[in-house]
């Protein structure tokens, strides 16, 4: 059986695995779903419809699963999916989606550190780092692998590439392409980011490839962006490149624009 704590408070709703750990003073609320291996230090509060999958981990005053702060938000039941393996810090805040046409969705093995806040509806996808108080509002998507650092803020719909990292402080109000490190207020493109793509194992010539593209949409001004990514994209060395071709799509399928 579940070892619960005699403090908690479990709703008759909750469906916990066999082996998950309820600590001291927490709350899960109703119509939440834990899988195996999942663990409550203490204080921490859950809330519901939302389902957790393997080994997630939830630190002191972790909130994760209430209403969405979204004024438009009725009351309708309304959702929150994770994987597995996530670590959600103390105090960090994810909130369901506000209606129920969609679900905020956090993927597997994510970390979200102390005072971050992830809003309704946003889609998280793995391996994702949310600094101290960084802040994502409704409706962004952050793609694999990216980093979002201290209080950092998104603006509602903004997408982040995968393999990103926003630098601390920084106001993102367009979409951050994947691969690239970004800052400032607003964030400007800075650079390939070379150091996390070599931790991960890309090859040289991916780099090498991923640079050629960087310097050409971001540094030369002799060409828009269009003409830019033609000129990428025309390339022999480096234009069918995966990862070239993978940053052009993102950047064509923008919505709000991109930093740059």
Not at 243 to 256: D, G, K, P, Y
Request: net charge negative; aromatic share 10%; glycine share 10%.
């Amino acid at each position: 059986m579940a070892e619960i704590h005699p403090t908690a408070i479990v709703h008759p709703t909750a469906e916990l695995a066999d082996d998950v750990k309820i600590g001291p003073y927490c709350v899960v609320g109703p119509h939440v779903v834990l899988g195996p291996g999942c663990v409550l230090h203490n204080h921490v509060v859950l809330d519901g419809p939302a389902t957790f999958g393997k080994g997630n981990e939830f630190f002191p005053f972790a909130v994760v699963g209430t209403k969405s702060q979204d004024l438009k938000y009725k009351g309708e039941p309304t959702f929150l999916e994770a994987g597995d393996y996530n670590v959600f810090r103390e105090n960090c805040n994810i909130n369901r989606s506000t209606t129920a046409e969609q679900k905020t969705i956090i993927g597997s093995y994510n970390t979200f550190l102390i005072n971050c806040h992830c809003g309704h509806e946003c889609v998280v996808g793995n391996h994702v780092i949310l600094s101290g108080y960084a802040g994502v509002a409704g409706h962004c998507q952050i793609g694999d692998w990216a980093i979002i650092s201290g209080f950092a803020a998104l603006h509602q719909f903004v997408r982040v590439g995968a393999h990103a990292m926003i630098g601390g402080c920084a106001r993102v109000t367009m979409d951050v392409p994947p691969y690239m490190i970004a800052e400032g207020f607003p964030a400007a493109v800075r650079a390939v980011n070379t150091i996390g793509l070599t931790r991960r194992g890309f090859a040289e010539d991916d780099i090498r490839a991923l640079k050629f593209a960087y310097r050409k949409l971001f540094l030369d001004k002799s060409s828009n962006k269009e003409e830019g990514m033609e000129i990428v994209l025309a390339d022999e060395t480096f234009g069918k490149n995966e990862h070239v071709l993978h940053l052009i799509n993102f950047l064509r399928t923008s919505q709000r624009g991109f930093t740059h």
